[in-house]
């Protein structure tokens, strides 16, 4: 997405990463819906906010439901603002899944319009260990850093809580969720346990990104990001935030600056150069990329932040 920053793009702005750890147990599934076996093999279908809720859905319910993304095409999520045939296709739905945490300031007031009082509703990240905000962004946008899909283990509280809600929906296919979702989690394990290992080889802990999106891999992996956008994609750009970016880079060794799909590369570009070091791609998966699914994304990441450090 084009935003105005871009064309500032020779001024950065830079915030360390140093946010605690919020533990809160938040909102609901919500039981609006009695019984709704799907006995006749209909597909549950199934509507997420973006992209992250859409990978988890399908890899616990397979080719038994059918997902549409509200945010599609692109378009980044932290910008989206429904049209009336979003609504709709929620209304449609048998489910709704959204992320919380202030990623999708639209979905909580289209919830209060649902008309369709059977939809279930999920706020995929109830129940996780969230990341506080720090104070100056604490304000505008809430008190937890929302890119909870970021993180493996936030990952399977996320796919676990559509699971809950797909066997509500069906439960005659109970089992068929519980081994998909149990397959699934085994699998974040595994990538979780082969970088914890190679993480805990490396000393060097600091990676640059360009949209701060990745504190709870950092949190996971005990790394440190520091980005050229504030965590929201809107920083205000400044000069004294690109020397302090610059200075750090330096006096870390910084070779790599990771660049996502969402942010123009030419922010990142600019700092490399200043710095001499190379820009790399990282995926937020905010929006589908490349058509990797959520497992080759993450592993794709976790290598490349892995090798910039080695
Ligand atoms: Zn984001």
């Given at each position: 997405m084009y935003r105005k920053i871009i064309a500032f793009f020779t001024i950065f702005i830079m915030i360390i990463s140093l946010s605690a750890c919020g533990n809160k147990d938040y909102s609901e599934v919500s039981t609006k819906t009695k019984d709704n076996n799907n006995s006749k093999g209909d597909k549950i279908e199934v509507v997420v906010s973006f992209n992250p809720l859409k990978e988890f859905a399908e890899a616990v319910g397979k080719d038994k439901i059918t997902v549409t993304s509200i945010?599609?095409?692109?378009?980044e999520p932290h910008e989206f603002e429904p049209k009336a045939k979003d609504l709709e296709n929620i209304n449609k739905g048998k489910i709704f899944v959204y992320n919380g945490l202030g990623m999708e300031p639209w979905a909580e007031k289209v919830l209060k319009t649902?008309?369709?009082?059977d939809v279930i509703i999920v706020?995929?990240?109830?129940g996780g260990n969230f990341i506080k905000t720090s104070e100056e962004e604490e304000g505008t946008h809430?008190?937890?850093?929302?890119?909870?899909?970021?993180?493996l283990k936030e990952a399977k509280v996320e796919a676990n809580n559509i699971k809950e809600a797909l066997i509500k929906a069906d439960a005659a296919n109970k089992e068929f969720y519980e081994n998909n979702y149990k397959d699934f989690a085994s699998k974040l394990d595994n990538l979780f346990n082969e970088y914890d290992k190679k993480f805990k080889e490396v000393k060097n802990k600091n990676f640059v990104t360009g949209?701060?999106?990745f504190a709870y891999i950092c949190r996971d992996f005990n790394l440190q990001q520091n980005s050229v956008e504030n965590m929201f994609s809107e920083g205000e750009p400044s000069a004294k935030k690109l020397k302090e970016l610059v200075d750090y880079a330096r006096k870390n060794n910084v070779k790599t600056i990771f660049s996502e799909g969402n942010v123009s590369p030419k922010v990142s570009e600019a700092l490399a150069s200043e710095i001499g070091a190379k820009v790399e791609s990282i995926y937020t998966l905010e929006t589908k990329e490349d058509n990797k699914n959520y497992l080759e994304s993450m592993k794709d990441n976790l290598e490349k932040i892995y090798v910039s450090l080695k």
């Open positions: 945010v599609s095409g692109g378009i649902i008309e369709n009082k706020k995929a990240s109830k809430g008190e937890y850093d929302p890119h909870i899909w970021l993180s949209h701060e999106a």
